[in-house]
């Protein structure tokens, strides 16, 4: 029996270690986050010149607060993510599509689900006395509320903006991405916590979890990030929305 020779070319290309693919994600994604920091810290100082102008919280600086915040999002957390996995050829883990029955049925269900989570645990917070650790809204600030312009501006922010790059983060990018290299279960885990943390809110980092992990369930069940996204914008606006009556009323 003759042996053919082996040729160097013919090799069996060995499989990528998976737990090593996922870290190198995960340093990509401190990457985004880096840069989402550099944009609000370029913000803040921008608001901080055009206030040291007018010699108050001006309408300009409220308003270039808020755009800074959203523009900080959509390039760290929406448009970088989706040069890195170009780059890796999984794009479709941050994508949308025309939103299906079905999509409506998931982010209604999930809308109601972390909506019930939050009033259950609210309502332990409140029998608990815990007072610190009632969620408060991230917007809730008066300043925000004087200027029309601003209004709308962060109306813009809460309602479209931040659904789409958060999503587009924490469920395509963290959960999409490290699904494959770590499992199910870390994923999960890291993407809920990365979720909650972006509110940076002590109250709101339980209920916020658990909402991650509701919309990473609707996440994976459509295999799109339509329906967690309009699970999200629901939410926001029902936030919102009494976040604006509070202030106005």
Request: charged fraction near 15%.
């Amino acid at each position: 029996m003759i042996e053919r020779p082996i040729v160097e070319n013919e090799q069996a290309e060995q499989p990528p270690d998976r737990g090593f693919e996922g870290f190198k994600l995960v340093g990509w994604g401190l990457l985004c986050t880096l840069v989402w920091l550099v944009v609000i810290v370029i913000t803040g100082v921008v608001v901080s010149v055009i206030d040291d102008a007018d010699e108050a919280t001006s309408e300009a600086g409220l308003l270039a607060f808020v755009i800074g915040q959203g523009v900080a999002g959509l390039v760290g957390w929406l448009i970088l993510p989706k040069l890195i996995m170009r780059r890796r050829r999984t794009t479709q883990i941050i994508s949308w599509r025309r939103p299906r029955g079905s999509d409506i049925a998931w982010a209604i269900g999930g809308l109601l689900l972390i909506y019930g989570v939050l009033f259950a645990y609210t309502a332990i917070v409140d029998a608990g006395g815990a007072e610190s650790l009632q969620p408060e809204s991230t917007i809730d600030d008066d300043r925000l509320f004087i200027h029309t312009s601003v209004i709308i501006a962060l109306g813009i922010l809460v309602i479209v903006c931040a659904p789409i790059y958060e999503e587009a983060f924490a469920r395509g990018f963290v959960l999409g991405g490290l699904r494959p290299h770590w499992g199910i279960v870390p994923a999960f885990i890291i993407s809920a916590a990365v979720f909650s943390a972006l509110h940076a809110d002590l109250g709101s980092l339980i209920p916020f979890a658990i909402a991650g992990v509701i919309l990473g369930i609707v996440y994976m069940r459509t295999e799109s990030l339509t329906a967690a996204s309009m699970a999200h914008v629901g939410f926001n606006v029902i936030g919102f929305s009494a976040t604006l009556v509070q202030q106005l009323g």
